[in-house]
């Protein structure tokens, strides 16, 4: 069996999603972002997919709503790590 690539972590959409609601690569450069992405993500739970309408229409509100949440807190808890961390 091959993994297609077709299956990715849900969560990946809901940070991208919260990134651009928040105007970051208007206020980042690439390299930070990525920092970024990867510090979020890995304090994230996995919830892998083949296609994003399914979990448009089969997840619940409220379940998408504490999702939305997690990565708000995980936002939050990569931005201080990475002011306490400074790489320059």
Request: proline fraction near 3%; aromatic fraction near 12%.
């Amino acid at each position: 069996m091959r993994i297609s690539d077709d299956i990715h972590n849900y969560y990946e959409k809901l940070v991208v999603d919260l990134f651009k609601e928040l105007k970051l690569e208007q206020k980042h450069d690439n390299e930070f972002l990525a920092d970024l992405t990867c510090i979020v993500l890995n304090q994230l739970p996995t919830r892998y997919i083949r296609h994003e309408v399914d979990m448009s229409f089969y997840l619940p509100a409220s379940e998408s709503f504490e999702m939305q949440g997690k990565v708000k807190v995980a936002y939050n808890k990569a931005i201080e790590f990475m002011a306490s961390h400074p790489t320059d």
